[in-house]
């Protein structure tokens, strides 16, 4: 969760949906990919966005776990496994393979999505600066000091005006 100095960075669903399809339009001009391995849970709903717009049909789930308790991100731990029938596309290594995740934050993830894909694309829609070397495709960049609040985590509620955020 948002600690001191941190930044508060609320995304309504509205908001998300267009940045998705704004990666399905950056990703359409790239390549051409056989299937999409999910990073669950947050690569969900961009995964169903990008596979809608660019028609891929094979979708493959990775789950991978850091963030425990949702305050702090602790040890990575792969629960779900991809198939070996899409690590195997085009020879293996990932290479007609799309990875898809909602955020790289400090890279902990990817890394090891990216050791199970090597050659696959890694596209997110959103990316912090120690995660973005990572990443092939992402839409926008926040500072690393910022906690972006997803729709599927939040809910209606008031939100304080900025400045008196700052005063605190």
């Known amino acids: 969760m948002v600690e001191g100095g941190e930044k508060r960075f609320p995304v309504s ?3 998300f949906h267009r940045d998705a399809r704004a990666l ?3 990703l359409a001009g790239i390549g051409s990919w056989k299937a999409i391995v999910c990073v669950t849970r947050g690569g969900l709903v961009p995964t169903a966005i990008v596979a809608r717009e660019l028609n891929i049909r094979i979708i493959e789930t990775v789950g991978v776990a850091s963030y425990h308790d949702y ?3 602790g040890d990575i731990e792969v ?3 991809v198939s070996g029938d899409v690590v195997g596309l085009d020879g293996g290594e990932g290479e007609a393979v ?3 995740d909602d955020l790289v934050d400090t890279g902990k993830t990817a890394r090891v999505v990216r050791r199970i894909l090597p050659r696959a694309h890694f596209a ?3 990316a912090k600066p120690k995660g973005r070397p990572l990443v092939d495709t992402f839409i926008t960049e926040v500072s690393q000091d910022t906690w972006i609040y997803f729709p599927w985590d939040t809910g209606l509620a008031f939100q304080p005006p900025i400045a008196q955020d700052e005063q605190r």
């Open 71 to 73: 305050k702090t991100q």
């Open 79 to 81: 629960i779900k496994k």
């Open 13 to 15: 669903w509205d908001q």
């Open 98 to 100: 799309l990875i898809v």
């Open 24 to 26: 399905a339009w950056r």
């Open 124 to 126: 997110t829609v959103y």
